[in-house]
């Protein structure tokens, strides 16, 4: 009798879906909340390298490196980022002229993305905690 029930046992399927369920599940939502994660981080880069764009272009009616600098960080503060993980307060801008090439200067933004709420996420390997957006503008154009 003992035999008939062991066997009975191990052909029954009523449980599967649920034993299914409880081996694919964390798989599942970790790269759920990865995609998640990555998705506002790429947002969080892809503004950042358009805000060094934006400053470039603002700080190109400069004369001197400093009147650049005080363009681009006037720009930043001044325009409203609408982004809804973005604080303009965590921006580090620096207008730098190139050494090599006197005729063109960068403008580079760091921000500390370190505040953006996918790093509480259980996820994969995740980029660094600072983003890095720089843009490159030649003075009196060709």
């Not at 909340?33 to 981080?41: D, V």
């Not at 790429?42 to 009147?67: F, I, K, T, Y």
């Not at 921000?111 to 983003?131: G, T």
Request: proline share 4%; no cysteine.
């Amino acid at each position: 009798m003992n035999r008939k029930l062991f066997i009975k046992f191990f052909h029954r399927s009523d449980g599967t879906a649920a034993l299914e369920f409880a081996i694919i599940a964390p798989v599942f939502f970790l790269t759920v909340f990865s995609m998640i994660a990555y998705g506002i981080y790429l947002s969080a880069a892809h503004s950042v390298q358009q805000v060094s764009a934006d400053a470039a272009r603002a700080a190109v009616a400069g004369l001197s490196q400093p009147e650049r600098q005080k363009l681009a960080r006037d720009f930043i503060e001044q325009s409203m980022i609408k982004h809804p993980f973005i604080n303009v307060e965590k921006f580090d801008i620096q207008v730098a002229d190139d050494a090599v090439n006197p005729s063109q200067f960068t403008v580079t933004v760091k921000y500390d993305a370190a505040d953006l709420p996918i790093w509480s996420l259980y996820s994969y390997a995740m980029p660094d905690k600072e983003i890095v957006g720089f843009s490159t503008i030649r003075l009196g154009g060709l």
